[in-house]
């Protein structure tokens, strides 16, 4: 499963897709060596997102062909406490 995420400024439009892509980029920011809580949140929400198949299976049910809303707002709180 991948997730996009879209972010807009008054001057801006961007896509990010959760990958490792980013990596590069995120390096050249002014808190490059620190990781803000922020970046935390979307490590944990990305690995969450990565092993959702292992998460639904332990609960004994079947990843679905598209996420319910449910699902969603399931792994964005999840995000903030997965490791």
Known sequence: MSVTIFATSETTQT???????CAPT????????????????????SALIRDVDGLLSNRGEQPPDRPSWALIAELLVGGSGYE
């Open 15 to 21: 896509w990010h897709t959760s990958s490792s892509a």
């Open 26 to 45: 995120c390096s050249n920011t002014p808190t490059s060596g620190r990781t803000t809580p922020l970046e935390r949140y979307l490590a944990g929400l």
